[in-house]
């Protein structure tokens, strides 16, 4: 499986962005297709993930209310679309998938993912 993201780029605080990951290689419905990002100098985090069927979804607290995931599987891509954007959301984000087999309940953890596109670059200015 390949990801390929895009969609990153500078926006003011209160502004949206809507990031697009775009994957090749066959996915089932229990994949998981996720979104984490990583802040200059912090470990990489959570933001998001659903089932590629679209029957789970869970989010961060940080995000919770503001990100929305989403999936179009006749183009095989997986959306993050970013509300309210706060500097503090400043980060490489990164689109990963999952080898199909991961519990619901460790979808949060990075470890579980195998598969990650390159990663794309989102400024948030004050």
């Known amino acids: 499986v390949q990801l390929q993201a895009s969609g990153g780029g500078l926006v003011q605080a209160g502004g949206s962005l809507r990031l697009s990951c775009t994957t090749s290689?066959?996915?089932?419905?229990?994949?998981?297709m996720g979104w984490f990002r990583q802040a200059p100098g912090k470990e990489r985090e959570f933001v998001a993930t659903?089932?590629?069927?679209?029957?789970?979804?869970t989010y961060a607290d940080s995000v919770k209310g503001r990100f929305t995931i989403s999936r179009d599987n006749t183009k095989n891509t997986v959306y993050l679309l970013m509300n309210s954007l706060k500097p503090d959301d400043t980060a490489v984000y990164y689109c990963?998938?999952?080898?199909?087999?991961?519990?619901?309940?460790?979808?949060?953890?990075?470890?579980?993912?195998?598969?990650w596109g390159q990663g794309t670059l989102v400024t948030v200015s004050s």
């Open positions: 659903m089932r590629r069927s679209g029957g789970s979804i």
């Open positions: 290689g066959r996915t089932t419905s229990r994949h998981l």
């Open positions: 990963a998938v999952d080898s199909g087999t991961t519990i619901w309940s460790e979808a949060k953890n990075s470890r579980r993912y195998e598969y």
